[in-house]
Antibody, heavy 121, light 113 residues
């Protein structure tokens, strides 16, 4: 069974940092692009970042460029999102999602349950 | 960037009746070389992550009941639930994956009348 399990969320002050992880199982991790999507409280879905299967290509939403870094360790079947200089408007549930192919222009066919990031003083 | 606009924002339908949700993209998401529309639909129930329902505008994901169907091409798309069941109460999102950044519609909240 394909599974994605996020971790690393929590409460952080504005300007702080957090690293999210997503442990994948049940598929050949390196064959697929992976994506982070976030959802602010009571709001819709917002694409954040995508990384290609081998990690050679990365893509970011404009508001997180220069602050967030997506990466992956294919030997550990794990996806990461390093979030620096966090702002109050980064508060959201962050979902890890598997792309249907090697990316970047993909739909997401498997989603994790999400991890909550709260940025507040 | 492509902007996705759904209508209506919310909808209430009687059990067993048809529900229709519309999605419009600010530019075509049809790739002429493949004749495929890069459009997906997701269902999100309260407290749960999104679930893929439809991709390529009209292909149902494995395990999705056949009362769910997608149609449309170019810039105008529709998700139809032919006979609403209680478990279909959710927010539905369309997504274009024609170009990066991919983008979602604002969501349509579907309830029971």
């Amino acid at each position: 069974e394909v599974q994605l399990l996020e971790s690393g969320g929590g409460l952080v002050q504005p300007g702080g940092s957090l690293r999210l992880s997503c442990a994948a199982s049940g598929f050949t991790f390196s064959n697929y692009a992976m994506t982070w999507v976030r959802q602010a409280p009571g709001k819709g879905l917002e694409w954040v970042s995508t990384i290609s299967g081998l990690g050679s290509s990365t893509y970011y939403e404009d508001s997180v460029k220069g602050r967030f870094t997506i990466s992956r360790d294919n030997s550990k079947n794990t996806l990461y999102l390093q979030m620096n200089t966090l702002r109050v408007d980064d508060t959201a549930v962050y979902y890890c999602a598997k792309d249907y192919s090697s990316g970047p222009d993909d739909y997401m066919d498997v989603w994790g349950k999400g991890t909550t990031v709260t940025v507040s003083s | 960037d492509i902007v996705m606009t759904q209508s209506p924002d919310s909808l209430a339908v009687s059990l067993g009746e048809r529900a229709t949700i519309n999605c419009k993209s600010s530019q075509s998401v049809l790739y002429s070389s493949s004749n495929k529309n890069y459009l997906a639909w997701y269902q999100q129930k309260p407290g749960q992550p999104p679930k893929l329902l439809i991709y390529w505008a009209s292909t149902r994901e494995s395990g999705v009941p056949d009362r769910f169907s997608g149609s449309g091409s170019g810039t105008d798309f529709t998700l139809t639930i032919s006979s609403l069941q209680a478990e279909d109460v959710a927010v539905y999102y369309c997504q274009q994956y024609y170009s990066t950044p991919c983008s979602f519609g604002q969501g349509t909240k579907l309830g029971i009348k």
